[in-house]
């Protein structure tokens, strides 16, 4: 398969795109795919996974960028090349996505000949803390080379600047800089040795944009000189430090240990999809996007809903990692799996300061997560389209089924691995925790004998303050069921009240006439018309369709898949005429206006056997990050950067959908519905500590 994606030219106009599209990452922080040369203004960034601060006090907290330590700006002969400004005669990117390499070849023409600049980065997957760069330079006439290369502090940020101080200082041949966080007073070092394979002139700038060696090279014609830039970023809330030297190591050697931790990932990861290469490169292209920010560096961590692409979302963490990316890592690194979780159980605090916050008891987890489980989510987050206010949305007070998700995600990576571990580190705690949540939220009619759960926001953001929402529901009776089952041998207390909750919930049945389930109370009373219909009464293109006074709110528009993201949670409850009938009703009311709800409906349609529907949909969401077309601002909130959630749901589109892999009694099953460019697919699984090679053809299922 050709892991490459690759441009022939440059485009100003498209840098956004390739900042995001070509990341590079390895958990720990993500590089932007940008240019060297590239400045704040044209959005390059090191986004720090884990560090977040305010830059003041009334500011949204985000994620930390960290200083611009791939910086080089080239002159020759006292003019400056570089992109956007000077524009190249010859250009050309890519990105490996097989390795995580980002390479670039830009010639530009002087009044002399011509200058040619070569590059190559990687985020080591070997030693978290390393950004490699590999800068060449070349010229075909003799010429005064000057490189300024070094760490950029005057960096890109969404919410502000995020440093107090900024230390910048040189020895031994090193450049240092420690910045120290506004709010929390974290350190972020980092470390940059540069080597170059010529005799020449060096100084050190050190001014209020960085701290940069200078290179002044006598470039003879035709000779390559290559700078090796190689930098250690760490910070004080890091609980392993880096123990590459710098000055003992080199580019070539750190490429080669950097390659075989891929290797080792894609020897379990890569799909093999014959008959259809286009699908091939879009889902290991996901597979590659959450490889690049999985926290491998920490054994309790997790993934922000736009990776380490940018501060978009403060860098928050949402219900996507435990819903939508958490197979992928279940099935291939049962150890990120374990983090993804470790992390929920760490910020349970965080989660259980929340619920008393709101009147509730137990554990509330945070909808926007950050560090300590501090809910980032703002009350004000859209604009009204007619006065230009800013309106409330009750995401933050009012998506509760954001704690049982997390406990979806432990309960099955208990049943999966086998790991009971992790009940008595943590994980049976929050079980609890989540169902005395949901029992202190729940309501009972004095004349009725149900439970119920009300004022709910669903999946669907369109329809706020609901009752009864089915997803919800159905997702509360499961931890109910799973903290009576943890809890009926030894707290019998607690087990007969999350019993009486899991029995009294209620659940929204299929209705007789068609089978269709009610996303929430009310819900088929409202006006039945088309998302068409729906986009032509827009005031301004792009408006937010929910929220109090939203298009959609009145009516059966949804914005993501809701029903259909429990039934295919819960898909063996269910007959394959009801799976059917609500895909038939809610496919074509849903705007998908969320990169979380193609892949849904996509795996709802392999689970009722129409592989056909499902197809289009599994492409939608393999391609989010290569083809970009989701906006990238919504008014003055920048919400471009990447999508692992909708890579996540290709993946469980492909393996869990079209191969229709599962556990039963403990053995894997198979029961395919490939789509009809689908000849054969070859994957492999760890299960039972074991790896298994599977394939699946038309006619044919092998498991090893
Ligand atoms: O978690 C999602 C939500 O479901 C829809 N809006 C964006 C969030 C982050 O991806």
Same mark, same amino acid.
Not at 458 to 469: K, L, S
């Given at each position: ?255 080669? *240990?950097?390659?075989?931790?891929? &290797? $080792?990932?894609?020897? #379990? @990861?890569?799909?093999? /999809?014959?008959?259809? %290469? ?112 800013? *309106?409330?949305?009750?995401?933050? &007070? $009012?998506?509760?089924? #954001? @704690?049982?998700?997390? /406990?979806?995600?432990? %309960? ?293």
């Amino acid at each position: 398969m050709d892991f490459k994606i690759k441009f022939n030219q440059y485009n100003k106009d498209d840098s956004m795109m390739y900042g995001n599209m070509l990341l590079t990452g390895n958990g720990y922080f993500g590089i932007r795919g940008t240019f060297e040369e590239y400045t704040k203004e044209m959005y390059g960034a090191i986004n720090m996974s884990g560090i977040y601060d305010r830059s003041e006090p009334d500011a949204w907290r985000e994620s930390v960028n960290a200083p611009n330590c791939i910086y080089v700006k080239l002159e020759a002969d006292k003019e400056t090349y570089s992109l956007p400004d000077t524009l190249p005669s010859n250009h050309y990117h890519e990105l490996d996505f097989k390795y995580g390499i980002f390479t670039r070849k830009t010639v530009w023409k002087t009044n002399k000949g011509t200058i040619t600049l070569e590059s190559e980065r990687f985020a080591s997957m070997h030693d978290k803390h390393l950004v490699c760069v590999k800068y060449t330079v070349f010229s075909d006439y003799d010429c005064k080379i000057k490189l300024t290369s070094g760490i950029n502090t005057d960096i890109w940020n969404i919410n502000g600047n995020h440093f107090a101080k900024v230390e910048k200082t040189s020895d031994n041949g090193y450049i240092n800089c420690i910045c120290t966080t506004i709010e929390k007073n974290i350190e972020l070092s980092l470390q940059e040795y540069d080597a170059i394979n010529t005799n020449c002139k060096k100084s050190i700038i050190n001014d209020e944009n960085g701290i940069f060696n200078v290179f002044e090279i006598n470039a003879k014609k035709d000779e390559k000189y290559v700078l090796e830039k190689i930098t250690k970023i760490s910070s004080s809330v890091d609980k392993k430090a880096s123990v590459t030297d710098l000055k003992k190591t080199n580019y070539e050697n750190l490429k080669k *240990l950097h390659i075989s931790e891929w &290797d $080792k990932i894609w020897d #379990i @990861s890569f799909v093999e /999809i014959k008959g259809d %290469k286009e699908a091939e490169k879009a889902l290991n292209f996901c597979i590659y996007e959450l490889n690049a920010i999985a926290p491998r560096h920490t054994d309790a961590g997790s993934i922000p809903a736009r990776g380490l692409s940018a501060q978009v979302y403060k860098g928050a963490i949402f219900w996507d990692t435990e819903m939508f990316m958490f197979d992928y890592f279940l099935h291939t690194d049962v150890s990120v799996a374990r983090t993804l979780i470790n992390y929920r159980i760490k910020t349970m605090g965080g989660a259980m300061i929340k619920a008393k916050e709101y009147g509730y008891e137990g554990a509330f987890y945070a909808w926007e997560s950050q560090e300590d489980g501090i809910d980032a989510c703002s009350e004000f987050n859209i604009i009204d389209p007619v006065s230009g206010r800013p *309106l409330k949305t009750h995401f933050r &007070d $009012k998506q509760i089924h #954001i @704690s049982a998700d997390i /406990i979806y995600a432990l %309960k099955r990576y208990v049943e999966y691995t086998k790991d009971y571990s992790i009940l008595d580190e943590g994980g049976k705690e929050m079980v609890i925790q989540c169902a005395l949540f949901y029992r202190s939220a729940i309501v009972k009619r004095l004349n009725s004998n149900f439970y119920e759960l009300h004022n709910c926001i669903g999946p669907d953001e369109y329809h706020e303050c609901i009752n009864n929402n089915a997803y919800t529901n159905k997702m509360a009776k499961m931890v109910f069921d799973y903290a009576y089952e943890l809890t009926k041998n030894d707290d019998t207390e607690h087990a007969l009240m999350f019993k009486d909750c899991a029995d009294k919930l209620y659940i929204p049945s299929p209705r007789k006439e068609d089978d269709v389930i009610e996303q929430f109370d009310g819900y088929f009373k409202m006006e039945n018309c088309s998302v068409e219909d729906l986009k032509k009464r827009e005031y301004t293109k792009g408006e937010y369709w929910g929220g109090a006074y939203g298009i959609a709110t009145q009516t059966q528009i949804l914005k993501q898949a809701d029903v259909a993201t429990m039934l295919c949670m819960f898909k063996d409850e269910y007959s394959n005429k009801i799976l059917k009938a609500n895909f038939d009703y809610y496919e074509k009311r849903t705007q998908h206006g969320s990169s979380l709800s193609a892949c849904m409906y996509s795996l709802l349609g392999c689970y009722l056997g129409n592989a056909e529907s499902a197809y289009p949909l599994f492409m939608t969401s393999a391609l989010a990050d290569l083809k970009e077309e989701r906006s990238q601002w919504s008014g003055k909130v920048f919400i471009g950067g990447t999508h692992p959630a909708s890579a996540g749901g290709a993946w469980m589109c492909a393996i869990l959908g079209f191969a229709g892999l599962g556990i039963k009694d403990g053995k894997i099953t198979l029961n395919p519905c490939l789509p009809e460019s689908f000849e054969e697919m070859n994957f492999k699984i760890v299960y039972n500590g074991k790896k298994h090679n599977i394939k699946v053809t038309r006619t044919k299922c092998f498991v090893d």
